[in-house]
C-alpha cells in the first residue's frame, strides 16, 4: 500500500475462521493473505504505523514456549491495526502453579477476547484450544508439527526478491526431524507452485518421509554440494539441540561440514545463481547451520524475514478477524 488512506482490500470470503495449519489456505487464500501483507509492509513504512482496522478487538498471545520474532511481531501487528493486545507467557501465568492448558485457556476466554494466538511444545496444542473456544486460534508453532504464519512470511520475502515463486527451486536444509517450519513451508511453498528439495542427513530425515514426497512431489537429497547449484533459494533450519534426545550427529563440527552453509558453499551458490537467495526463520545458531559469512551475506534475507513477519501477521489478523465472524469451522 502506498502511505496514502487508500482502503485495504475485502478480507477473503474464504479464509477459515482459524489458522492452524499451512493446508488450512488454498492458493486464492494464500494469494490474499501476501497480497494484503504487500499492503500492511506500506504501513510498516509511514511514519505513522497505526490503521484502525481491528479498534475494540483484543487479541491475546499464549506463549508456552519461548520465542522472540513471532510473540513481538503478533503483539506489534495487533497493535498496528489498533487491536488491544495482551502477552501471557507459561513462566509467569498459573499453569507454573499447576494450572492445565484447557483451565487457562478457559480462563482467557471467559474474558471476552476475539483471537488467540498460541505457542506451544506440544504439537496439536492449536488445534486443540479451538475446541475449547469460540475466539479465533492462530497456531504461533506447536511442537515439531506447524508453524502457518512463518512459511507465509518466507514465501512473501521470498516472492518479494524472485517474483512469482512457481517453478521456483527452493533447497530447504538441516533438522528436519524437528522442524515445524519444514512441513508448513513445504505446504505453503507446493501450494504456490514452487519446487522444493529437503536436504538433511539420514538421522534427521523424519521417518515416513519417502513416502509423503511422492504424495506430494517434492525431492529428498542427503548431498547439499549436489543440489545446492541448481537453487533458486536456500533455506537453513536451526539444529534443535533442546529437542534432541541423543545423537543425530557425532560432532557439530561434522554437522557443519557435511550441512552448514559454509563460506565455500556460498560461494558455489553465488557462482551457479548470483540472484540466489538464503533464508532462516531464526533463531540462527551461528557457526553450526549456517557462517557468520552466509548470515549476513547480501544475498540473505535473514531480516527481511523479521520484517515481513510483521506484515504478514496483521495480514493474517485481518482477515480473521475482520473477514468472517461467521467463518466457516477449521
Ligand atoms: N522463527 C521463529 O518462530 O522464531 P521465534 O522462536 O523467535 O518466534
Known sequence: MSTSARPLAPPHRRVRRHLLSSADLDRSQVRAILDTAAEMHGVQQREVKKLPTLR????VNLFFEDSTRTRSSFEIAGKWLSADVINISGKGSSTSKGESL??????????GVDALVVRHHASGAAHQVSQWVDAHVVNAGDGTHEHPTQALLDAY????????????????????????????????????GARVTLVAPPTLMPSGIGAWSQADGFDLS?????????????MMLRVQ??????????TPREYTVGY???RPRLDALMAANAD???????????????????ADAASSLVLDQVSA?????????YHLLAGNDEGEDS
Not at 56 to 59: A, D, K, L, P, Q
Not at 222 to 234: F, I, M
Not at 309 to 317: F, K, W
Open 102 to 111: 484447557r483451565d487457562t485457556v478457559m480462563t482467557v476466554a471467559a474474558m
Open 309 to 317: 513477519g510483521v506484515a504478514v501477521r496483521m495480514s493474517v489478523l
Open 260 to 262: 552448514g552453509l559454509t
Open 157 to 192: 520475502t521470498m516472492e518479494r526478491r524472485l517474483g512469482d515463486l512457481e517453478g521456483r527451486h527452493v533447497v530447504i536444509v538441516g533438522d528436519l526431524t524437528h522442524s515445524r517450519v519444514v512441513r508448513s513451508n513445504l505446504i505453503t511453498l507446493r501450494t504456490l
Open 222 to 234: 542427503h548431498d547439499l554440494d549436489a543440489v545446492l547449484p541448481t537453487a533458486d533459494a536456500v
Open 56 to 59: 475494540g478487538r483484543t487479541v
Open 241 to 250: 539441540r533442546e529437542r534432541m534426545s541423543g545423537g543425530f550427529f557425532p
Open 276 to 294: 540466489a537467495v538464503i533464508c532462516h526463520p531464526g533463531p540462527m545458531n551461528r557457526g553450526l547451520e549456517i557462517s557468520p559469512d552466509a
